[in-house]
């Protein structure tokens, strides 16, 4: 069969067998290029395939390599590995790691892509995300894929100029609409065969899930713990009782509210994306300001996998940012509550790409606040703030 026969069979076989991708597959524009090893696709919804190297692929392994350009495009690989800020050397890497994850939601009786990893190749349980695959799993030297810059974002020479007409390549506006209507069809297919991948439902349901403004969730999260402490009342012999005139000699204590001691913990280590961490810190200075308590008076704990000193500035812009290695962030945790006063309340900034403490820390209220796109799951003791945009839909300004 010619090549573009074989496309329109493969892409009809991907189409029957996973119906939900239906609108992603359609939008996908060939272009035959000697350059690329096999196959490979840019963020344009344009893949490059190579007509001899797939000459003898079977139907249903050009529709799974089809499959996973578009899950690489509606997964927003690319940009996720900017935000993990990729290096060139570790390129290999996180496409074994995006590919496992594409490939948990394959049906079993699918063969997987050319020289894809899997999560068994990486020692890992299924249904992870492709970050923790890349963070946590094994390294595979034996194969190397690249899946172009659909899957890492790392411009590739056969990649063609951005689109100026539809005709071109899918615009990042017609991306957005694309991927809307794709997550719909996944959940109404789950509605009515029950039969969406596992991986695609989260996918589907975090897309569509109404966004709640950052900003008003995470100043209920702070307002609640804070009137929690200060609305805890206790007796103190700092001030005499009003009926100490009436008992003389006797020195009585009067019930007095305290002031909440607060403890930052904030994650330096190399993953760390600063786009948002000025802002968020901002927020809560600001909450914490509106509480009652001053931003100077709250200790912030630097950590990577190591814990800082910790620091009292007047003003979020003033820390010193020390880090830049791995995460641990129990160091960090550990370290504030170690401090004395202990906090009543403990806020953790950070990507969420750390381990946690695996029990409710004693005597402090927790609340992670989660820069970042699609962050990992998180002990359910913690509360937890998902901060992935601004108010204004642009990225926060830098903090240094």
């Known amino acids: 069969m010619k090549l ?3 496309i329109s069979a493969a892409r009809l076989w991907a189409a029957y067998n996973y119906p939900y991708l239906a609108s992603a597959l359609f939008a996908l524009r060939f272009v035959a290029d000697e350059k690329v090893a096999d196959i490979a696709g840019d963020e344009y919804f344009r893949v490059y395939i190579n007509d001899e190297a797939s000459l003898d692929w079977s139907v249903d392994l050009l529709g799974v390599e089809m ?3 578009v899950g690489h495009l509606l997964r927003g690989h690319a940009s996720r590995a900017r935000e993990v800020e990729l290096r060139e050397e570790d390129l290999f890497r996180w496409v074994d790691a995006v590919d496992a994850e594409l490939n948990d939601d394959l049906q079993e009786s699918d063969p997987l892509p050319k020289d894809s990893a899997s999560h068994e190749d990486l020692s890992l349980p299924r249904s992870l995300f492709g970050e923790e695959y890349f963070f946590m799993g094994s390294t595979r030297t034996e194969k190397h894929r690249d899946c172009g810059s659909s899957a890492h974002g790392n411009p590739r020479p056969w990649d063609e100029p951005p689109p100026e007409r539809s005709t071109d390549g899918v615009t990042a506006e017609e991306k957005e609409l694309i991927k809307r209507r794709v997550a719909s069809d996944a959940l109404a297919h789950e509605r009515n065969h029950g039969a969406t991948p596992s991986g695609m439902l989260r996918w589907a349901n975090s897309l569509l899930a109404a966004k709640v403004d950052w900003r008003s969730e995470l100043g209920a999260k702070l307002r609640q713990g804070i009137s929690e402490i200060a609305g805890a009342v206790d007796f103190s012999y700092r001030r005499p009782n009003r009926r100490y005139s ?3 000699g006797v020195v009585l204590p009067s019930l007095r509210s305290r002031t909440p001691e607060v403890s930052i913990v904030l994650d330096t280590s190399a993953s760390m994306s600063e786009e948002l961490l000025g802002q968020a810190l901002s927020e809560i200075d600001g909450f914490l300001s509106n509480g009652g308590i001053r931003f100077e008076s709250v200790q912030i704990f630097t950590c990577d996998s190591q814990a800082g000193s910790p620091q009292r500035v007047r003003r979020a812009s003033e820390l010193q940012l020390v880090g830049g290695g791995g995460t641990d962030l129990t160091q960090g945790i550990s370290a504030a509550v170690s401090a004395r006063p202990s906090p009543d309340l403990l806020v953790v900034v950070t990507d969420g790409w ?9 005597r402090s209220r927790a609340v992670a606040v989660l820069i970042g796109d699609n962050p990992p799951s998180t002990p359910e003791w913690l509360q937890r703030v998902v901060v992935n945009e601004s108010l ?7 903090l240094k």
């Open 4 to 6: 573009e026969e074989r």
């Open 67 to 69: 499959i996973h350009q």
């Open 246 to 248: 009436f008992l003389p």
């Open 354 to 362: 750390t381990t946690w403490p695996q029990s409710p820390l004693p």
């Open 392 to 398: 204004d839909g642009k990225r926060g300004w830098n």
